[in-house]
């Protein structure tokens, strides 16, 4: 949706306007455009945003495509089921967070993708009548496993400018629900201190050491949730979705945690200290200590902002976990040791680390609109964290949240939070989730309305899900312009720039989700026809993305 000047919130306009300059150097990783944007003053980039953008908003759509602004084209990368390897491995399901390592310059890269988690119907033909009858199969569920994790891949960039899997590279590999994964860990879990697999892979990051943050979300869909009573009992509820848990009775709590990944040997393991919820993003920036701090939310109605601290230069395997006080602006330690209250609660630091948003509560953290990405603005250091919806609470639409830490030190306990950008019809998007600067600092936004909700109510005027470019500095600075529009029922997610920032590397994931049976698809993305529906990596590139970075073809 366009938006104009008059529809544009003054108030919110003012609050947007209030970004300073006065965090100190950014030390983020994970953003490819940070390194770029060493020395680059915001003045030059307010100067080379000014006069019209070169591509004209879309308006909302409806259509069973990826829609673009003219300007921008699009291609696969690559989609569900594609073979990766010589041992046969394949790209997974719903693949949703991507980002890379460099492995011999811009060009040549190994990709991390998430495949956040499966269908029942596109994948095992199921219905949920089917599901309900129980007639899911060991095997089918073995299957549905294996398209769940995530895949490293490499891609070149070839003389036409685009990048393409290289089948068969030995790089290639997966990650599954069925990869035996260590937690770093002080006692077993559940007598044991190796989990079977990593779910639910959402959004994530990557360390300043070069290794990739995969984080488990709605983890309770698959294997189901443990919860203790006050003297400690536990009972299990069965999962929401998958019912893995009737040929794989796994422990929940081995499910939950951010999962941290070796690019080129693809070792992983679970670090149990970022604590256990549905863990959105793992956005890892360096305090003025030189010591990793991670910002992660929360993703569900009314839970939390969290921080880890380490203690370690180049590890997250130990350290201390906070939570967000907004209204006090207060970090507050999760630490057994540093609470009395926490002690009585928790037997160990183990088990208050597997318990997280109760030691959350207990020690008075502030409940949020389902915190989803974390991003850092590049030019001055703050913490934009994307509040997507609470729709209990009638906030339909979120906002952006901003974190400013005291001193401009991701290490400070104290901070400052504010308003950065609203959703609603006045801004022109709903939902936000993802989160990216481009190589000019500007953020990219991509919404996530429920699939069910898509088209109705209070989302109809937003169409269908999107991709939105903000400028943050320039005459249109504030302004929210729609570059993508996804197929029906889909979101984009996993906005992630080359290392040049001419190509967007972008998940559709879920296209065509609420299809009731295969006689029903309700998308047929990317095929047409009658074909299922298939997630995919596309990747954008075109002279309008060009022109805002000033890259030259
Ligand atoms: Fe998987 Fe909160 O988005
Ligand atoms: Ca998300
Ligand atoms: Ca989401």
């Known amino acids: 949706m366009k938006t104009t000047s008059k529809s544009w919130n003054r108030r919110k306009f003012l609050e947007f306007m209030g970004r300073t300059a006065a965090v100190g150097a950014v030390a983020g990783v994970g953003l490819p455009s940070l390194s770029a944007l060493s020395g680059l003053s915001r003045a030059?980039?307010?100067?080379?945003?000014?006069?019209?953008?070169?591509?004209?908003?879309?308006?909302?759509?409806?259509?069973?495509?990826?829609?673009?602004?003219?300007?921008?084209?699009?291609?696969?990368?690559?989609?569900?089921?594609?073979?990766?390897?010589?041992?046969?491995?394949?790209?997974?399901?719903?693949?949703?967070?991507?980002?890379?390592?460099?492995?011999?310059?811009?060009?040549?890269?190994?990709?991390?993708?998430?495949?956040?988690?499966?269908?029942?119907?596109?994948?095992?033909?199921?219905?949920?009548?089917?599901?309900?009858?129980?007639?899911?199969?060991?095997?089918?569920?073995?299957?549905?496993?294996?398209?769940?994790?995530?895949?490293?891949?490499?891609?070149?960039?070839?003389?036409?400018?685009?990048?393409?899997?290289?089948?068969?590279?030995?790089?290639?590999?997966?990650?599954?629900?069925?990869?035996?994964?260590?937690?770093?860990?002080?006692?077993?879990?559940?007598?044991?201190?190796?989990?079977?697999?990593?779910?639910?892979?959402?959004?994530?990051?990557?360390?300043?050491?070069?290794?990739?943050?995969?984080?488990?979300e709605n983890y309770d869909g698959s294997y189901g949730e443990a919860h203790f009573a006050p003297d400690g009992t536990r009972t299990l509820t069965p999962s929401w979705a998958d019912g893995w848990e009737t040929y794989f009775p796994y422990p929940p709590e081995h499910y939950g945690w951010v999962v941290e990944v070796e690019p080129k040997t693809g070792a992983a393991k679970k670090l149990t200290g970022l604590g256990r919820f549905c863990h959105e993003c793992a956005t890892t920036v360096r305090a003025k200590s030189g010591m990793p701090v991670v910002y992660t939310g929360d993703d569900a109605n009314d839970e939390f902002i969290y921080k880890f601290i380490s203690k370690e230069k180049n590890s997250l395997e130990r350290g201390t976990l906070y939570v967000a006080d907004t209204v006090n602006g207060r970090w507050l330690p999760l630490d057994l040791e540093q609470d009395a209250r926490l002690k009585k609660a928790f037997k160990d630091q183990t088990e208050l680390l597997i318990r997280t948003r109760e030691a959350a509560r207990i020690v008075g953290a502030t409940p949020q609109d389902r915190p989803e990405d974390v991003g850092i603005d590049p030019a001055t250091g703050a913490v934009l964290v994307a509040l997507t919806n609470n729709k209990k609470k009638g906030n339909f639409h979120g906002s952006l949240l901003k974190i400013e830490e005291k001193g401009g030190d991701y290490g400070s306990l104290d901070f400052k939070a504010s308003t950065f950008l609203a959703g609603g019809t006045a801004t022109g998007f709903s939902c936000p989730d993802n989160m990216a600067f481009d190589l000019k600092g500007n953020l990219w936004i991509t919404s996530d309305i429920s699939g069910s909700s898509i088209g109705k109510n209070e989302y109809t005027p937003f169409g269908n899900n999107g991709l939105f470019y903000v400028p943050l500095s320039g005459p249109e600075a504030g302004k929210v312009f729609q570059v993508a529009s996804a197929p029906k029922e889909a979101e984009l997610t996993g906005p992630c720039f080359s290392p040049d920032g001419r190509t967007l590397f972008l998940s559709v994931q879920h296209p065509g989700e609420e299809s009731p049976s295969l006689d029903a698809l309700t998308s047929h993305w990317p095929d047409g026809g009658s074909s299922k529906p298939t997630p995919a990596v596309i990747q954008i590139s075109g002279p309008a993305l060009d022109a805002l970075i000033g890259a030259k073809a």
Not at 49 to 78: N, T, Y
Not at 128 to 151: C, F, M, N
Not at 198 to 208: D, E, F, Q, R, Y
Request: a positive charge; one cysteine or more; charged letters at 25%.
């Open 44 to 216: 030059k980039a307010a100067k080379s945003a000014e006069g019209r953008l070169p591509f004209k908003s879309l308006k909302p759509q409806i259509s069973d495509q990826v829609v673009l602004a003219d300007g921008f084209m699009h291609e696969i990368l690559i989609r569900f089921d594609d073979v990766i390897n010589s041992k046969g491995e394949r790209f997974g399901f719903n693949n949703d967070f991507i980002n890379f390592v460099e492995l011999n310059g811009k060009n040549d890269l190994l990709l991390w993708v998430n495949h956040e988690y499966t269908s029942h119907l596109l994948v095992s033909g199921l219905t949920e009548e089917d599901l309900k009858a129980g007639r899911k199969t060991k095997d089918q569920a073995i299957r549905e496993q294996d398209t769940v994790g995530g895949s490293i891949l490499r891609v070149k960039r070839g003389k036409d400018g685009r990048f393409a899997v290289v089948k068969n590279d030995p790089l290639n590999r997966r990650i599954t629900g069925r990869t035996p994964i260590p937690m770093i860990v002080d006692r077993p879990i559940q007598g044991t201190k190796t989990a079977i697999g990593t779910i639910s892979n959402c959004a994530g990051g990557k360390t300043p050491w070069g290794t990739f943050l995969t984080c488990e």
